[in-house]
């Protein structure tokens, strides 16, 4: 089992930045595709982009390419999510998850463990 601890939200202006941290204890993540995913209020969650277990393979939602980017150190254990040019509508709370499936996958139900989330305001 592998618990998850996402840190870095916050508020930033339209157009800033943001550097989202997931911080994995209990297993090493090299044993999981990672994902991140958000919840605005009153909306369901969504997808926003996941990577493959070394990192070879990522896939974005198209709301967010080209504006975030997810990496991660498995030395480290250790998934970032960069976002920059950041608008109003990508304020949510934002969770990391971890899937025990060998590849990156865009679905919530196929994540096995998750975060408490972060929140992010951008503000207009």
């Known amino acids: 089992q592998v618990q998850l601890v996402e840190s870095g939200g916050g508020l930033v202006q339209a157009g800033g930045s943001l550097r989202l941290s997931c911080t994995a204890s209990?297993?090493?993540?090299?044993?999981?595709?990672m994902g991140w995913f958000r919840q605005a209020p009153g909306k369901e969650r969504e997808f926003v982009v996941t990577i493959s277990r070394r990192g070879e393979i990522t896939f974005y939602a198209d709301s967010v390419k080209g504006r975030f980017t997810i990496s991660r150190d498995n030395a480290m254990n250790m998934v970032y999510l960069q976002m920059n040019s950041l608008k109003p509508e990508d304020t949510a709370v934002y969770y990391c998850?971890?899937?025990?499936?060998?590849?990156?996958?865009?679905?919530?139900?196929?994540?096995?463990?998750w975060g408490q989330g972060a929140q992010v305001t951008v503000s207009s």
């Open positions: 209990g297993r090493s993540l090299s044993n999981y595709a």
């Open positions: 998850a971890a899937s025990v499936g060998i590849s990156p996958v865009t679905t919530d139900r196929r994540y096995n463990y």
